[in-house]
């Protein structure tokens, strides 16, 4: 395993153990709850959009290190971002983990996530947080799967 892969490794169990931004969110203007049947985890995403803009972003939930990761970064990285920002990133973040693109330029942190992709059923875990806020933003009621 390279030391970059390791330092990766790090940094998603850091965030899967103490995850940033997590907890409720009392003036939150959207809100959804995400579901991955396939490995049980559990978010729910609120955000707080002022001027078109997300002014403030927090989840609670629980599962794996992958999706508690991937939700804790995902909270860093968009404040500040309007919705067509949000779009083009989880376009990004999705493509790589995916593994359709190697190409991670712009992704910042959440590039550390991009080692998901040589695990296919693991991809689930790191887009749940990104289906479900997807949902919150655009206002879908039922509760997201990712089945
Ligand atoms: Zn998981």
Same mark, same amino acid.
């Given at each position: 395993?390279?030391? #970059?892969?390791?330092?990766? &490794? &790090?940094?998603? /169990?850091?965030?899967?153990?103490?995850?940033?931004? +997590? *907890?409720?969110?009392?003036?939150?203007?959207?809100?959804?709850?995400?579901?991955? $049947?396939?490995? *049980?985890?559990?978010?729910?995403?609120?955000?707080?959009?002022? @001027?078109?803009? !997300?002014? @403030? /972003?927090?989840? /609670? *939930?629980?599962?794996?290190?992958?999706?508690?990761?991937?939700?804790?970064?995902?909270? &860093?990285?968009?404040? *500040?971002?309007?919705?067509?920002?949000?779009?083009?990133? +989880?376009?990004?973040?999705?493509?790589? !983990? %995916?593994?359709?693109?190697?190409?991670?330029?712009?992704?910042?942190?959440?590039?550390?996530?991009?080692?998901?992709?040589?695990? $296919?059923?693991? !991809?689930?875990?790191?887009? #749940?947080?990104?289906? %479900? #806020?997807?949902?919150? #933003?655009?206002?879908?009621?039922?509760?997201?799967? %990712?089945?």
């Amino acid at each position: 395993m390279s030391d #970059l892969r390791e330092l990766y &490794q &790090q940094l998603i /169990i850091d965030h899967g153990r103490s995850p940033r931004n +997590f *907890g409720e969110l009392a003036s939150a203007t959207h809100k959804k709850d995400g579901y991955n $049947p396939l490995c *049980g985890d559990k978010v729910t995403v609120f955000v707080s959009v002022k @001027d078109g803009k !997300v002014d @403030d /972003i927090k989840f /609670i *939930g629980c599962g794996c290190a992958i999706s508690m990761a991937s939700a804790s970064m995902m909270t &860093q990285a968009l404040k *500040g971002k309007n919705f067509k920002d949000i779009e083009c990133l +989880f376009d990004k973040f999705h493509s790589v !983990v %995916t593994g359709e693109t190697e190409d991670t330029a712009g992704l910042g942190k959440l590039e550390v996530l991009a080692g998901v992709k040589d695990y $296919p059923s693991r !991809v689930k875990c790191a887009t #749940l947080c990104w289906h %479900t #806020l997807m949902a919150a #933003l655009t206002g879908f009621d039922e509760t997201i799967s %990712t089945e």
